[in-house]
């Protein structure tokens, strides 16, 4: 198991991410070598994933879906997310591995 890796870019946080489209429930996996793998329930097209994501980590955050943005990799599973209104601490006990 892995810690997932935190960013500070200035106000903001940012998190690698790796999503797999198509899953039948989006939910928070795991979090392998620093990235966070996300399932999403929706397929890459048109945004949809991207949208489905953006609002799978606001509810696994409680959070507005305004505090993320996609930075970098919006046509990629690979994803650079940013995240306002959290400390690196609070983003690892809320997004980390889930506990058993």
Do not use: H, W, Y
Not at 31 to 46: M, N, Y
Not at 58 to 73: H, P, Y
Request: charged share 25%.
């Amino acid at each position: 198991m892995s810690v997932l890796q935190v960013e500070q870019r200035g106000n903001a946080l940012r998190i690698r991410v790796r999503v797999k489209p198509k899953a039948s429930k989006s939910r928070i996996l795991d979090v392998r070598e620093g990235i966070l793998e996300v399932a999403v329930a929706a397929p890459p097209v048109d945004g949809e994933a991207n949208a489905e994501l953006i609002r799978t980590l606001a509810a696994a955050l409680g959070c507005a879906k305004s505090a993320l943005e996609i930075v970098t990799g919006a046509g990629s599973r690979s994803k650079l997310v940013g995240i306002v209104g959290f400390t690196p601490a609070e983003l690892v006990a809320k997004l980390g591995p889930p506990r058993t």
